[in-house]
């Protein structure tokens, strides 16, 4: 049985994250800042409004350590899980009026293990970055708040909901259809309004049927109205009768498994991980639901073995904390073909498996890979290795580094010569004002990169 405290970890796009008591803790692993002197954090230690005080930055070797102060009634996002149903449209709601990705330069991460809540129109927010800090520019602003909302109304993770919205939408209801097909933050913004005021309406009228208990004719009742309302404001409105009748099924469905949903959240604050996934079990939840609670609690063994799909998350999450050692030891199912091979690469990545990685290269589509395969041969010194991964793949952080590499090698090699110009040679003043400007040149090229290099986190390729 998993103690208590496992529970209270989980990660997120840079790091793990850790409730410990009133404190939020990220931990993200030192090497993704690029800062010379911890002053350059202080900008991000100011108050903002709509965001935790950030109390402490501590380093150590490997890790940079961020504690946030936490007020005493704010909830942790995942705990939206065991919300009634307008309470989570609620808390979208107020995401999308609090628009925080567009209201600052810093990034902010929105994934469900920074952010807090409390009923019904209080979200606070807590890693903001500046360009020394961890950032991404992968997925636009747009998809990211989908991501978060899909997360929160259906229980499948963040990153899956980020990675594989399509599947996502497949699986859910006219409205997670509909808030999956958003173009941009104003129309997203719109669906969640209209969803929320048919919720709470239905609510409302129908409260006192609720308390008594859950009546087949009376839910029909009022599933029948709701589903009238969601095409009057348009959710349903391209839905055909059939596919109306569906959502009628997938409502009620919510409503009598509430209680046994409940009941697995209880067991799991308790650390009684097997009643939990039982009880999940038991209110329907599927292979993907289950597998997110084993990669939320850091089983990802677990949360492999019911869906592979988790195999980047799972990766990525390693690598951020500076676990990367553990991909040696993962498995996937047998049917898993498509990733077996995958899975057998990375863990050459780890090993750094020279041989194994060039033969491979050919036949590697995902960049992700590819990425980390760079970085192993730059972490090895091996140039060739980095050139033959952006031959195929046009990694920009990837072409920067080994650029800034190459330049070192040079700058060295420049000021090898001029400690090696004799004192007594004729040409001594010539030679020396040559290496000089050699040495100038690389030097200027060395910070103009290293300036590139920190604007392209800072940034992101938005296009990848």
């Not at 919205?165 to 104003?186: C, D, F, H, Y």
Request: charged letters at 25%.
């Amino acid at each position: 049985m998993l103690k208590k405290k496992a529970f209270q970890i989980s990660n997120f796009e840079f790091g793990s994250s850790q409730l410990e008591a009133d404190q939020l803790v990220l931990e993200l692993s030192k090497d993704q800042f690029s800062y010379h002197k911890s002053s350059e954090l202080a900008e991000v230690q100011q108050s903002q409004p709509l965001f935790l005080d950030l109390m402490g930055v501590q380093e150590d070797d490997t890790h940079v350590t961020l504690t946030y102060q936490l007020t005493e009634h704010l909830k942790p996002m995942r705990a939206l899980q065991k919300e009634e149903y307008a309470v989570k449209l609620a808390i979208c709601q107020q995401v999308m009026r609090d628009n925080i990705l567009e209201k600052t330069n810093d990034y902010v991460s929105i994934h469900p293990s920074t952010v807090f809540y409390y009923p019904m129109q209080t979200v606070r927010y807590t890693y903001r970055a500046n360009a020394v800090m961890p950032r991404e520019g992968k997925w636009v602003t747009v998809q990211r708040y989908k991501a978060l909302i899909l997360s929160i109304l259906t229980s499948v993770s963040y990153e899956i909901c980020l990675t594989d919205t399509v599947s996502v939408s497949r699986k859910g209801n006219a409205l997670i259809q509909s808030i999956a097909e958003a173009q941009t933050p104003l129309e997203l913004t719109e669906i969640i309004d209209d969803a929320y005021n048919f919720v709470v309406y239905a609510y409302i009228q129908n409260r006192t049927n609720f308390t008594t208990g859950f009546k087949k004719k009376t839910i029909y009742g009022m599933l029948t109205s709701a589903v009238l309302v969601l095409t009057a404001v348009g959710v349903t409105k391209y839905l055909a009768d059939q596919e109306r009748n569906e959502v009628v099924a997938a409502i009620e469905s919510h409503l009598v498994q509430q209680e046994n949903e409940i009941q697995a959240q209880n067991h799991l604050l308790k650390g009684d991980f097997s009643q939990a996934v039982q009880l999940y079990q038991e209110a329907g939840k599927e292979a993907a639901f289950l597998a997110d609670l084993y990669f939320q609690n850091g089983l990802y063994q677990e949360a492999l073995d019911l869906d592979p799909a988790y195999l980047e998350p799972v990766i990525q999450t390693l690598y951020a904390n500076g676990e990367q050692s553990r991909v040696i030891d993962l498995t996937l199912p047998e049917e898993a073909a498509d990733l077996q091979a995958l899975l057998q690469l990375e863990k050459h990545i780890v090993a750094y498996n020279t041989e194994a990685l060039l033969n491979a290269l050919p036949f590697l589509e995902s960049e992700a890979t590819a990425t980390r395969m760079g970085e192993a041969f730059l972490a090895n010194n091996h140039l060739p290795g980095v050139e033959k991964v952006l031959e195929k793949f046009s990694i920009t952080t990837l072409k920067l580094e080994l650029a800034i590499r190459q330049t070192e090698a040079d700058l060295a090699q420049a000021e090898q010569a001029l400690s090696e110009v004799k004192d007594d040679d004729k040409q001594k003043e010539e030679k020396k004002k040559v290496q000089e400007h050699t040495i100038t040149e690389l030097t200027n090229r060395k910070e103009a990169l290293l300036t590139q290099l920190k604007q392209e986190k800072k940034v992101g390729d938005r296009d990848g």
